[in-house]
């Protein structure tokens, strides 16, 4: 494979799980005052360097990509729901409420369904924060890659801002892949994917906002709106994370987002080292096997080689 696409690959696996470690002791803080941001990975609820559910349900979607040689949604709805009855330390509500009625015995339809009917406006960002797997295993297909991006939102998220937004992220990611700067891609996504009209305007405007004006909530626009700020305002991998992560409150899954994002721009080789050498994190959970960048690297790897252009979703149901 040519050697820019593997480093730019690789660099979305990485570029993710580093924000999601990186922004996990500032999740749910206040936004950092600038003179005291935080530049190093920190402990906090996890050890310093943990990786949390963002990359946990990320590596949930990859294994089942590569196992199915596609987007299979039982399958993946199956491994979420292990992933969930092992009592992960980080757990989204809406994921949570999803993944409870399916362990319960309905199925992924009626969970979502009977959840999003309790609140029809929740569109939460549990679907954005894990979608890069999808955008490695089609990179070489962009018809493939929405429809994975789209499909692997629906099983918890069905909202259409948060199908919408995982197709924009990921239809970015590939426009990065394949060469085109960040704000090439992100004018080319903006082309591409229709969003839904406040969905649209938020990413129109996202890099034009002031930090202050930022809430970076749980909200799928609101994460998207600040991946959007930090990368399109910056010119490397380190700054445009720590710009994201010290927004506070949802600071990890906005950090994995930007992550995503900035690894596919700058590559596997602009992260900082000593962040890719304090990353970690326990997969599957409970096992007792420690995953570090080195298995995230693999795992891009074979996630890149795993699905054949002529592959469908779902073809295996
Ligand atoms: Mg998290």
Known sequence: MDPFITDRLRGIAVGAAVGDA?????????????????RTMRPGRLPAGTFTDDTEMALALAESLLAAKGLDKSDLVTR????????????????????????????????????????????????????????????????????????QSVVTHSHVECTAGCAFVNDMLFHLVHGKTLYEAYDTALLEVELPQELHQAVKLAPHRKREELRNTGWVRHTIESALWGVLNTYEFEEALVQVINLGADADTAGAVAGALAGAAYGLDAIPSTWMKALHGEWPLKSGKIWSSNELIHLADSLAGSCQTDARADLIQ
Not at 22 to 38: C, K, V
């Open 22 to 38: 990186l922004g996990m002791p500032l999740e749910f803080g206040l936004a950092s005052p600038p003179n005291e941001y935080i």
């Open 80 to 151: 979420f729901t292990d992933w969930f009855r092992r009592k992960p330390a980080d757990v989204g509500i809406h994921t949570s409420s999803v993944l409870h009625r399916i362990s319960a015995g309905e199925t992924w339809e009626e969970a979502t369904s009977g959840v999003q009917s309790k609140d029809p406006n929740s569109a939460g960002n549990g679907s954005v924060m894990r979608c890069w797997p999808a955008a490695i295993a089609a990179w070489h297909n962009q018809k493939l890659l929405l429809e994975f991006s789209q499909m």
